[in-house]
T-cell receptor, first 114, second 113 residues
Framework: QKEVEQDPGPLSVPEGAIVSLNCTYS??????FMWYRQYSRKGPELLMY????GNKEDGRFTAQVDKSSKYISLFIRDSQPSDSATYLC??????????????FGKGTLLTVNP | GAGVSQSPSNKVTEKGKDVELRCDPI?????LYWYRQSLGQGLEFLIY????????KSGLPSDRFSAERTGGSVSTLTIQRTQQEDSAVYLC???????????FGPGTRLTVL
């Protein structure tokens, strides 16, 4: 079993839909949870990061962490065609003082159709 | 401001050749990470540098892979005697010391024929 599992999709939704992206993990040491967005042939771009369980909102994006279930989610409201990309969840545990090396899910390919 | 830059953007090489990939982190970022993104495995950690501390090399897949960081800034990832399974996108990320957020470069797409 991989440390981080993410459904690769693809996921196709109409413009304006609410999108839900999810990851599960097995390593209880993970403390930091991130969502990255990656456009084709570009590097990943950090969308949000959370530390504790609960919700964090930033504009149309909401990140949710449930440490008891080892489950994280990203919700996108009023999805736009420009949101079409691969979404990667990533997690980190502190290692050796300040080493926040990331463990990634395989990414979910999202297409928002106009 | 300038983000993380990587060069070359694309590299095609023959099996058995050595390659060098370069990363320029964001100015002032003392932490630097290398990751590899391949179709089958997703994004995987390779190596971490922080200041003058010994690097964390735990993610390097074999002794054909090595990296250095000169002067606490630019980093070079070297792959010796390349194999076809080394074909992937090599991504560099940097962050402020003690910060969780990592900022990625555009990557170098390596193809080994």
């Amino acid at each position: 079993q991989k440390e981080v599992e993410q459904d690769p999709g693809p996921l196709s939704v109409p413009e304006g839909a609410i999108v839900s992206l999810n990851c599960t993990y097995s390593n209880s040491a993970f403390q930091y949870f991130m969502w990255y967005r990656q456009y084709s042939r570009k590097g990943p771009e950090l969308l949000m990061y959370t530390y504790s369980s609960g919700n964090k909102e930033d504009g149309r994006f909401t990140a949710q962490v449930d440490k008891s279930s080892k489950y994280i989610s990203l919700f996108i409201r009023d999805s736009q065609p420009s949101d079409s990309a691969t979404y990667l969840c990533a997690m980190s545990a502190i290692s050796g003082g300040s080493n926040y090396k990331l463990t990634f899910g395989k990414g979910t390919l999202l297409t928002v159709n106009p | 401001g300038a983000g993380v830059s990587q060069s070359p953007s694309n590299k095609v090489t023959e099996k058995g050749k050595d390659v060098e990939l370069r990363c320029d982190p964001i100015s002032g970022h003392t932490a630097l990470y290398w990751y590899r993104q391949s179709l089958g495995q997703g994004l995987e950690f390779l190596i971490y540098f922080q200041g003058n501390s010994a690097p964390d090399k735990s993610g390097l897949p074999s002794d054909r892979f090595s990296a250095e960081r000169t002067g606490g800034s630019v980093s070079t990832l070297t792959i010796q005697r390349t194999q076809q399974e080394d074909s992937a996108v090599y991504l560099c990320a940097s962050s402020l010391a003690g910060a969780v957020e990592q900022f990625f470069g555009p990557g170098t797409r390596l193809t080994v024929l």
